[in-house]
Antibody, heavy 117, light 109 residues
Framework: EVQLVESGGGLVQPGGSLRLSCAAS????????MHWIRQAPGKGLVWVSR????????TYADSVKGRFTISRDNAKNTLYLQMNSLTVDDTAVYYC??????????WGQGTLVTVSS | QSALTQPRSVSGSPGQSVTISCTGT?????????VSWYQQYPGKVPKLIIS???KRPSGVPDRFSGSKSGNTASLTISGLQAEDEADYYC?????????FGRGTKLTVL
């Protein structure tokens, strides 16, 4: 089955760190750009970060630049998001997503990150 | 990287047509033909309904159509059905970034 499964979300204090993982299966993970997209409770979709199929050229939304790091391990079919210096504004469901010619054709179920003291 | 501008809400009666606009800039919507649209039901994962401005993925009804003029893209839903009531998001490729609209809530009256 073609799917993306996120993990690693949870409750973290402001200023803390968290690492999200996304396990891909059922397709050739190493052929696709991948994204992280987040959605705060009751709010809209916000693009967070993107990485090329070979792990090069990571790009970030201004709101997370310098704090978040996207990476991937194609041998393990896994995408990562290292999140540091978290603030309450980072509270959201984080989706792992597959890029298909600049559109998102496959989404994970999401993992909830809650930043609170 | 400012969010694309969408109307907060639109509404229509069954059978009618509605259009949702999505305005970006000359750095994203205006220069790339990579505008996509997503449908999201409450508590559910978004679903791709339009790619590359106007292409419908397999399985998406032809009631959904997309277009673009200048810095503004549009999603038109014709022959509205009750099941179309959902949130709709546009998204554009911008070279070094991607950007979503803030979303439009479609109400079927």
């Amino acid at each position: 089955e073609v799917q993306l499964v996120e993990s690693g979300g949870g409750l973290v204090q402001p200023g803390g760190s968290l690492r999200l993982s996304c396990a891909a299966s059922g397709f050739s993970f190493n052929m696709y750009w991948m994204h992280w997209i987040r959605q705060a409770p009751g709010k809209g979709l916000v693009w967070v970060s993107r990485i090329y199929s070979d792990g090069s050229s990571p790009t970030y939304a201004d709101s997370v630049k310098g704090r978040f790091t996207i990476s991937r391990d194609n041998a393990k079919n896994t995408l990562y998001l290292q999140m540091n210096s978290l603030t309450v504004d980072d509270t959201a469901v984080y989706y792992c997503a597959r890029d298909s010619r600049h559109s998102i054709d496959l989404w994970g179920q999401g993992t909830l990150v809650t930043v609170s003291s | 990287q400012s969010a694309l501008t969408q109307p907060r809400s639109v509404s229509g009666s069954p059978g009618q047509s509605v259009t949702i606009s999505c305005t970006g800039t000359s750095s994203d919507v205006g220069v790339y033909n990579y505008v996509s649209w997503y449908q999201q039901y409450p508590g559910k994962v978004p679903k791709l309904i339009i790619s590359d401005v106007s292409k419908r993925p397999s399985g998406v009804p032809d009631r959904f159509s997309g277009s673009k003029s200048g810095n503004t893209a549009s999603l038109t839903i014709s022959g509205l059905q009750a099941e179309d009531e959902a949130d709709y998001y546009c998204c554009s490729y911008g070279g070094s970034y991607e950007v979503f609209g803030r979303g439009t809530k479609l109400t079927v009256l």
